[in-house]
Nanobody, 122 residues
Framework: QVQLLESGGRLVQAGGPVRLSCAAS????????MGWFRQAPRMEREFVAA????????QYADSVKGRFTISRDNAKNTVYLQMNSLKPEDTAVYYC???????????????WGQGTQVTVSA
């Protein structure tokens, strides 16, 4: 069982940065691939970024490539999403998720956090 808690969401002006954190419970954090997803109002949840178990592999949605960076610190049981050059269309609830098998956009994620709101004003 893994519990995930996101933090760092806030209101930001377009062009500004936000750094999200996701703290995981348990001692087996490094055995999970991690991902970030987002859901805007009246939209389906979409993949944002993923990272492998030891930070060697990362994957991004085309819409965030070059602007967002996913990273993890296994010693702190935490995964991060650094978001730069934010746009109003990045406004959404951002969720982190943990996958026990596989990794990336096509894998099935087993655990989800409650989400943190990011709002980008024009």
């Amino acid at each position: 069982q893994v519990q995930l808690l996101e933090s760092g969401g806030r209101l930001v002006q377009a062009g500004g940065p936000v750094r999200l954190s996701c703290a995981a419970s348990g001692r087996t954090f490094s055995s999970y691939a991690m991902g970030w997803f987002r859901q805007a109002p009246r939209m389906e949840r979409e993949f944002v970024a993923a990272i492998g178990r030891w930070d060697a592999l990362t994957q991004y949605a085309d819409s965030v490539k070059g602007r967002f960076t996913i990273s993890r610190d296994n010693a702190k049981n935490t995964v991060y999403l650094q978001m730069n050059s934010l746009k109003p269309e990045d406004t959404a609830v951002y969720y982190c998720a943990a996958a026990g098998a596989g990794w990336g956009v096509r894998t099935s994620y087993d655990y989800w956090g409650q989400g943190t709101q990011v709002t980008v004003s024009a």
